[in-house]
């Protein structure tokens, strides 16, 4: 079962497929929210959207893989599994490639579209804790004052107390003062949760810049 917030989101332009799914999805207790086509999505898009969208490859207008190029233009993080025809097998392995969750052919298995989707809402329950982590861990450095932030850096990249003296000029003690309310400020008891939440942030900011 999803989370009250999730929703799935087809988009397709064959409005019988729209019908079968939604009786499917709404069947098993999912939310469901429809369109038939990819500027129609686009003009429902929200940031705070959660859940995952179930996209067919082919559509007139703007394609499925078109689409997927926007939202990853967008930033839209929500993941995406593409219904494909037998002979769209390899723009969907190229959709893979750039980021799509998961693809399945036509004509399928409900259990087999359910099972994709439960994977899928899984990742997003997974992208949003980590997007909720890296907010609050960007809230806390911004209540770093420069000196607090040189320390933090030099701290994260092993260098003891003495050698951030040196670094810095500045006294042993007035390192530790500053370490001290670092880790105060960041919400962290070790040295090893500092490392972790700085690197685990910089590495998402560098993956979205």
Partial sequence: ???????IYVIDDDEAMRDSMTW???????RVACFDSG???????????????????RMPDMSGLELHEKLLALNCMLPVIFVTG?????MAVSALQRGACDFIEKPFHNEDLLSRIHRALALDTEISARRQRDHEISHRLDQLTQREREVMHLVVAGKLN????????ISMKTVEAH??????????RTLAELVKAVMSFEDQTRGTA
Avoid: N, W
């Fill in 86 to 90: 037998h002979g769209d097998v390899p």
């Fill in 24 to 30: 499917l999805l709404e069947g098993e207790g999912y």
């Fill in 1 to 7: 079962m999803s989370e009250l917030t999730q929703t």
């Fill in 162 to 169: 003495k050698q951030i003296a040196d670094t810095l000029d």
């Fill in 39 to 57: 500027d129609a999505f686009l003009g429902a898009l929200r940031p705070d959207l959660r859940g995952c969208i179930v996209l067919d490859v």
């Fill in 179 to 188: 370490r001290a309310r670092v880790m105060e400020k960041m919400g962290v």
